[in-house]
């Protein structure tokens, strides 16, 4: 297959050919639908035990849904800059590149588990995926444009459009500081493929440890100003209370911030849930990470928190970066009983066993409960 074409293939969501492809589809498992026009899909927890998230089982969410694929999209850095550019995915692929393996969650992950219930896309845990990043730190195009002193937030819009005119654009800010940090990358590369329509392509934003809703796909514009952007995604949606509130109760424009860093989590992809297991020991694997810092430890429990056993763990600790954790618990009666993953990241923040509730459900991170069966 000559180049062209297989990049066309990798472009249009071809993952088998990727190299996360190749790290295999789980048999039998796939993406669960929790809407359509536009496609929201979930992955299921099954796969949540390696550090690459084999790209078909990707979750994926928008608000619009894709634009046309255009692997030649451009993208324009505007506002408050020396001088405005253009350039296109292949000005981007001739500059000096950089990799990141981090981890894609929605900030709505986990908000059917909140009491009540938040209205929005009924996300379980599987609304999160790992991959390795290949691009352009944002700090480099930035020095090629010149950013003002005035220059406080970097704009990003992406080449989706909402379907009514009255519908408000996904329009959304990051402070300077973040989009200076030289782990924020405009990636062109998803597990050493273009990255697919799906997931943003041709230039995707990617800014590890943070929410995903802060990751522009379909990138088309960066523009510099010198406040937040304005509109419904920026300044409605996408906010956490600055003090827990009570269901219903009213929260004022300064009374909450953006959802920036996720919050330590960790999930089990085995055993299921509902699964029945034989009596004995039974290994517990999943995966924990934080937007704050690295991991620092896993425990896992078979009595509901009395008694946790410390999980190992694989792959490398990094900021907005999971690990596998690998333990055994020792199942000794039969009958119900359930398993307990809760992760430490290493800036000492611990996951609670119920997260406090907000109006958005944004950040669910209460401990995973996986009820088995003891034969
Ligand atoms: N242009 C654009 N980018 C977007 C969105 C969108 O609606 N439009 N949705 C965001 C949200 S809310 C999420 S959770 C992630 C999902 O990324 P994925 O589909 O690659 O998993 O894309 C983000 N980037
Ligand atoms: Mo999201």
Redesign the pocket.
């Known amino acids: 297959m000559d180049l062209s074409r297989r990049r066309f293939l990798l472009a249009a969501g071809g993952g088998a050919l990727s190299l996360g492809g190749l790290a295999g589809r789980a048999s039998g498992a796939n993406l669960l639908e929790l809407g359509t026009n536009p496609q929201q899909l979930e992955t299921p927890l099954e796969v949540f035990d390696r550090l690459i998230t084999p790209p078909p089982l990707?979750?994926?969410?928008?608000?619009?849904g894709p634009p046309a694929l255009r692997p030649d999209r451009a993208l324009a850095i505007t506002g408050l800059v020396g001088r405005e550019l253009s350039l296109t995915p292949d000005d981007l692929r001739a500059m000096p590149s950089s990799t990141v393996t981090a981890v894609?969650i929605?900030?709505?992950a986990g908000r059917s588990l909140y009491e009540p219930r938040v209205p929005g896309v009924q996300w379980g845990n599987g609304?999160m995926?790992q991959a390795e990043w290949r691009g352009v730190r944002l700090a480099d195009l930035l020095a090629e444009a010149g950013v003002g002193d005035e220059a406080k937030q970097v704009g990003l819009r992406?080449?989706?459009r909402p379907p009514m005119p009255t519908t408000p654009p996904?329009y959304r800010s990051l402070p300077i500081e973040r989009a200076l940090d030289p782990t924020t990358l405009v990636a062109y590369e998803m597990n050493g493929a273009p990255v697919p329509l799906?997931?943003?392509g041709p230039l995707?934003l990617v800014v590890p440890g943070w929410?995903?809703?802060n990751?522009?796909?379909?990138?088309v514009e960066l523009d510099l100003r010198k406040d937040e952007a304005p509109g419904f995604y920026m300044q409605k949606a996408y906010r956490v209370p600055n003090s827990p509130v009570q269901p219903g109760e009213p929260v004022g424009p300064d009374g909450a911030h953006p959802a920036h860093e996720f919050p330590v989590k960790s999930v089990i992809a085995r055993p299921a849930d509902g699964a029945r297991v034989a009596r004995g020991r039974s290994e517990v694997v999943g995966v924990a990470f934080s937007g704050h810092a690295g991991i620092d430890r896993v425990d896992v429990s078979a009595d509901d928190g009395k008694t946790w056993t410390a999980a190992k763990l694989e792959g490398e600790a990094g900021l907005g970066r999971w690990q596998v954790f690998r333990a055994s618990v020792d199942l000794k009666e039969s009958g119900a009983a359930a398993v307990l993953a809760r992760a430490t990241d290493a800036a000492g923040n611990v996951q609670p066993r119920t997260p406090t509730w907000n109006p958005g459900g944004y950040f669910w991170n209460g401990w995973h409960r996986v009820a088995l069966e003891v034969a």
């Open positions: 990707f979750f994926v969410r928008s608000h619009f894609v929605c900030a709505g609304a995926g992406g080449a989706d996904f799906s997931h943003g995707r929410a995903a809703d990751r522009t796909k379909w990138l």
